[in-house]
């Protein structure tokens, strides 16, 4: 059974960079395309970043040029760099990857930008 963990959120002060990490376990033998959505208090779930079986990449308007996504599929994991984080910025996160025709996601990580 596929299981993804998400890590390395936490609480840092604006400025300050972050690297979000969504590691899979179980039976996935690789990624074929994986993103990162969040959801900020009393807001809907928006897609942040997300990343392509071809290594292409998308990612909304409100962190481009700031969040860099990436993959390492030996280690099944996928990586969010988030630099000049924002008070909006704050949300929790949740990983998830596409294998097989099937989608699964991570429990969220909580990454909160406050001075």
């Known amino acids: 059974q596929v299981q993804l963990v998400e890590s390395g959120g936490g609480l840092v002060q604006p400025g300050e960079s972050l690297r979000l990490s969504c590691a899979a376990s179980?039976?996935?033998?690789?990624?074929?395309?994986a993103g990162w959505y969040r959801q900020a208090p009393g807001k809907e779930r928006e897609l942040v970043a997300r990343?392509?079986?071809?290594?292409?990449?998308n990612y909304a308007d409100s962190v481009k040029g700031r969040f860099a996504i990436s993959r390492d599929n030996a280690k099944k994991t996928v990586y969010m760099q988030m630099n000049s984080l924002k008070p909006e910025d704050t949300a929790v996160y949740y990983c998830?990857?596409?294998?097989?025709?099937?989608?699964?996601w991570g429990k969220g990580t909580l990454v909160t930008i406050s001075s």
């Open positions: 998830y990857m596409s294998y097989s025709g099937m989608l699964y």
């Open positions: 179980g039976g996935m033998f690789s990624i074929s395309a």
């Open positions: 990343i392509f079986g071809s290594g292409t990449t």
